[in-house]
Nanobody
Framework: QVQLVESGGGLVQAGGSLRLSCAASGSIFSINSMAWYRQAPGTQRELVATITSGGSTNYGDSVKGRFTISRDNAKNTVYLQMNSLKPEDTAVYYC???????????????WGQGTQVTVSS
């Protein structure tokens, strides 16, 4: 079994910062890319940021320059540093990981349970 557990969400005022973490655990052989997505009520899930195993990053247009994704491969953990938060950043944030389980021959995508981020104006 593989689990992704997010933490770090909460309530913050506009202009503030939060740092999200997501730790992957279980029978993992290797983790390739990791990512953060978010979903606000009544909207589709959107990509926030991705990071490869080598550290290459990509960001959604709405968060460029404000959010930073990073990862600690030794801890199987991905982070999302969110600065200059806006009310429109309010959403449930989900992490995902494309990984190969021990004994598996193919890559699968796994999701965390989500963590709520609320930005007040």
């Amino acid at each position: 079994q593989v689990q992704l557990v997010e933490s770090g969400g909460g309530l913050v005022q506009a202009g503030g910062s939060l740092r999200l973490s997501c730790a992957a655990s279980g029978s993992i052989f290797s983790i390739n890319s990791m990512a953060w997505y978010r979903q606000a009520p009544g909207t589709q899930r959107e990509l926030v940021a991705t990071i490869t195993s080598g550290g290459s990053t990509n960001y959604g247009d709405s968060v460029k320059g404000r959010f930073t994704i990073s990862r600690d491969n030794a801890k199987n953990t991905v982070y999302l540093q969110m600065n200059s938060l806006k009310p429109e950043d309010t959403a449930v944030y989900y992490c995902s990981a494309r990984l190969i389980r021990l004994g598996a021959r193919h890559e699968d995508n796994y999701w965390g349970q989500g963590t709520q981020v609320t930005v007040s104006s």
